[in-house]
């Protein structure tokens, strides 16, 4: 999976405590400070939303405040022409915090901050809010300037902004899927629980909001978020432990768990495509990208020539746009291309079951 800068330094916080974040050692108005920030944070990414502006949070003057803003502005950019590019409003943004603080003085303060956020967008002339969740984990800096606190530096791990550049638009209308056709597969066939795989991807999640366990991952296995990333294992553990499947447990390559399914005959790719191609494809069915994949099907990403992330199908939104969880960056039921930009090649996978 992708990695921002100076990710290591987050790796000693990753698997996150819920309970010490209670107990952080900071004063109250440093954590509703941070509390106040991060709200700030989340209008900014509403359709409609306008907040203060984001410099009013950043030390002025300061290079690695500067590179913080500056990647804050390019993740707001990225999901309004994410949003505008599948014609969807965000009209839903909140977000709850989990403060573990790390060291400081009377003029500045550093903690690990967990994000649980819950996003939730409508289509044109609908009322249905479609909901998701993503988690980001921050190791942050604030230093008192003027009186105020505000950030100096600021480094995380976002599925809403890691790496991303433009998302490519939808070329064609998808209509919702025709409530005529079947919109799920069987719910166990050939050896493979498809609500049991679906239920472990929710449960173990991670941070994102919606994911269960207390937001913790399944702590009999090992993490490889600083090892390269944890969501092939994650994925591994989903068709294992939740869909009764034999697969070899410890799989961290995207491209060896993509060649294992297809040489093992667990899955087979029905298309390898980028999103424009995909979307044009999906449109010519009835039931949209449901006529390809369907709950607890599979979806790698490949950018520049590398397999780069793995994710499970989980669930479709009111118009059949396949959701996706994953681990690295953590997600709940996400439209599976949001975080990726036009240059991803996406490969779906039906499991053979």
Known sequence: MRRTVCMAILVAFVVFVAGESAAAAAAPELTDRLQEIFQARARWLLTDG?????????VPG????KWAINHERGKIRYVKLWAEGRKVKFVEAAPSLYIKYLSGDENKARFYVGQTLALGYVYP?????NRLGVGSRHVLELRR??????VASEWYSDPLGDDTEVPDAVPTELLPPDPAAPTALPGRRKGYDRQG???YADKYCGLAWGCANDHRYNQKYRNYTGDGGDCTNFLS????????????KNIIRVSNMAGYLQGSGRAWLVMRAPFRQAWKRAAQDPRGFQAMVGPADLVAYQVGGKMEHFAIITGFDSHGYPLVNSHTADR?????????DRRTVYWFFRVNG
């Open 50 to 58: 306008a907040p203060p502006p984001l410099e009013a949070d950043y």
């Open 62 to 65: 300061s290079a690695r405040a």
């Open 125 to 129: 002339g609908e009322k249905q809010v």
């Open 145 to 150: 300037h003027e009186g105020k606190w505000l």
């Open 197 to 199: 795989a679906i239920a």
């Open 237 to 248: 553990q989903i068709l294992r432990d939740g869909g009764g499947l034999r697969v070899p």
């Open 332 to 340: 709940y039921r996400v439209p599976f291309d949001l975080g990726w």
